[in-house]
């Protein structure tokens, strides 16, 4: 299995573990009014600095290689970056609601509670989207040179500094995934075990 699918598999299980913490707090709020302020905050941040900078561009690299290989099987598939811009304009719809909840500046609660639905909806449909239907073709279409260049790539693209400052910056989210008890995905499992 190519690095770069590796890596991409495991970043869509870590957020997808988000998504799930996340929809447990807009239960929570949705019932109460008060979540857990840090965690939200937290997520939010994360989903913020994350994807759109460190998984997305992956994923764009990976489509970039597929649409030279096999432009008729990537235009069935529609266009990845497009969804990626979608993907992050809802995110920053999601973002300011939940700034705005934690300024406690008066939001409409079932009117957050929708946005932070429809955003958890579109996070899991696009993710979804991606392993069922891009990576297959990814996998099937490209051969070992377009993967050895990829991973290359994909290898010089890591940012330390994310990954050091992650302990600090996210303590109530490590805090949370430490003794995280959601059950894996069945698909995500075989690959765990074998340390992906
Ligand atoms: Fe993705």
Do not use: C
Request: hydrophobic content about 45%.
């Amino acid at each position: 299995m190519p690095l770069a699918i590796d890596m991409i598999r495991s970043e869509h299980r870590t957020m997808a573990k988000l998504l799930d913490l996340l929809e447990r707090q807009i239960d929570l709020f949705e019932k109460t009014g008060e979540p857990d302020y840090d965690l939200l905050g937290e997520i939010v941040d994360y989903f913020r600095s994350f994807p759109d900078l460190y998984h997305h561009p992956k994923e764009d690299l990976i489509f970039a290689y597929l649409s030279k290989r096999a432009p008729d099987a990537v235009a069935e598939f529609g266009d990845l970056e497009a969804e990626h811009e979608k993907v992050n304009a809802r995110l920053n719809r999601f973002a300011r609601a939940v700034v705005n909840v934690l300024m406690q500046v008066e939001v409409p609660r079932e009117a957050f509670v929708r946005l932070a639905r429809e955003f958890i909806l579109g996070e899991r449909k696009h993710m979804q989207a991606e392993e069922t239907l891009f990576f297959p073709l990814a996998l099937e279409k490209l051969d070992e040179a377009d993967w050895a260049e990829i991973d290359a790539r994909i290898a010089r693209f890591k940012d330390p500094l994310l990954e050091t400052q992650a302990p600090h910056r996210y303590a109530a989210l490590q805090e949370q995934l430490t003794h995280w008890r959601g059950e894996p995905a069945p698909a995500a499992r075989p690959q765990e075990a074998t340390g992906g």
